[in-house]
């Protein structure tokens, strides 16, 4: 079993829907979450961040984490076209810990 | 802006070739990272140096080497190219600890096929 698990999708929706993505984890130790978007033939970027559990607003974005429950989503309100990229997960267990684990990325189209 | 840069962007070698593949970054960052990814699999780290000549293995070092000379450049090395190395292969570079270890800027990946 993989440590983050991420449905691969792919997700299409249309424009201005709310996309949801979310990742499941099994190590109990990880505390930082992270949401990297990765557009087509592009490295990934980090969209954001969070500490343990609670929600994280950044205009259109929310990221979600309930630690009771091993879960993380981000949402994504208004989608735009521009929005059209994959999503990765990424979890570490301490701020100083460099390895970061990944899940597998869901691919998301949001059409015009 | 911050700017990792990798030397190819697709790469196309014969098994048993040596193959080096570079990452440059402009940002100073103390660590860099070499990373796989597979469709399914996400990415996966291979190597990681948090200093100048100070490496650690990742999580699927085997069949692959690494050599960071100076702060901005970090190279990674195949010994002798095999047709399962074909992937996507992505450069990092993370600042110091804390938030800044886990924020990672990637270079754009350099496709590499081996025949």
């Known amino acids: 079993q993989k440590e983050v698990e991420q449905d691969p999708g792919p997700l299409s929706v249309p424009e201005g829907a709310i996309v949801s993505l979310n990742c499941t984890y099994s190590n109990s130790a990880f505390q930082y979450f992270m949401w990297y978007r990765q557009y087509s033939r592009k490295g990934p970027e980090l969209l954001m961040y969070?500490?343990?559990?609670g929600n994280k607003e950044d205009g259109r974005f929310t990221a979600q984490v309930d630690k009771s429950s091993k879960y993380i989503s981000l949402f994504i309100r208004d989608s735009q076209p521009s929005d059209s990229a994959t999503y990765l997960c990424a979890m570490s267990a301490g701020s100083n810990d460099y390895k970061l684990s990944f899940g597998a990325g869901t691919t998301v189209t949001v059409r015009a | 802006d911050v700017k990792v840069t990798q030397s190819s962007r697709y790469l196309v070698k014969r098994t048993g070739e040596k193959v080096f593949l570079e990452c440059v970054q402009d940002m100073d960052h103390e660590n860099m990272f070499w990373y796989r990814q597979d469709p399914g699999l996400g990415l996966r780290l291979i190597y990681f140096s948090y200093d100048v000549k100070m490496k650690e293995k990742g999580d699927i070092p085997e069949g692959y080497s690494v050599s960071r000379e100076k702060k901005e450049r970090f190279s990674l090395i195949l010994e002798s190219a095999s047709t399962n190395q074909t992937s996507m292969y992505l450069c990092?570079?993370?600042?110091?600890?804390?938030?800044?270890?886990?924020?990672?800027?990637f270079g754009p990946g350099t496709r590499l096929t081996v025949l």
């Open positions: 969070t500490y343990s559990s």
């Open positions: 990092a570079s993370s600042l110091g600890v804390g938030r800044g270890l886990n924020e990672q800027f």
